[in-house]
């Protein structure tokens, strides 16, 4: 069993917070990981990678090779776009419709979305509505890892537990938030 994922994002939007809860749900579940240094945390607002891979045997490399990655988990579609020459052939997109607009020649939405609907295995949420429907405008992280939870080869209860270990020293509030956060998007991507 293996897996390997294209984090993407842009500065701010929570990747790291991401990346930590997989990583630690699949130590928990006895697998081995490896995630790539993220890059492009220079300043909020700038674009964001990382490469999570996820095994029950040894892995060697941190990075995933083009035409490799199981999927491209992005909390901004542009972003998505930007990876596609990663994703293997029977490989997912899993991202937001809400744009993080940061350029001033920031094509087209419809043709961001239209783009992303190319990949015959696409998952588009509206990360933004469904955060604010969770009760915090930032819990769109939360909302697109739930959004990809069918598709890790991750049990959801470890990934829950992780959210509540990620945001504890936040209070229960914000836990029950990502918690909701992470359910809409699960529920938005079911339907």
Known sequence: MKQDIILAGVGGQGILSIAY????????????????????????????????RLSND????????????DMILSVEPLESIRYFDYLAP???????SSPFVNIPN?????????????VSKNIIVD?????QEAGFA???????LGAASAHLILQEENL??????????????????NIRAFDLGRDSAAG
Do not use: C
């Open 58 to 69: 040894p892995i060697f490399s941190d990075l995933i090779p083009k035409g490799g990655a």
């Open 138 to 144: 930032r819990a769109q992280n939360m909302v697109i």
């Open 21 to 52: 809860v997989i990583d630690n749900a699949a130590l928990k579940q006895g697998l081995s990981f490896k995630q790539a240094e993220v890059h492009g945390m220079a300043q909020r607002g700038g674009a964001v990678q990382s490469h999570l």
């Open 90 to 96: 029977d490989g997912i997109v899993v991202t937001s």
């Open 160 to 177: 829950k537990k992780f959210i509540r270990e990620l945001f504890q020293a936040r209070g229960d509030k914000v836990v029950d938030i």
């Open 106 to 118: 920031y094509p087209e939405l419809d043709e961001v979305l239209s783009k992303v609907q190319s």
């Open 127 to 131: 990360s933004a509505k469904l955060a």
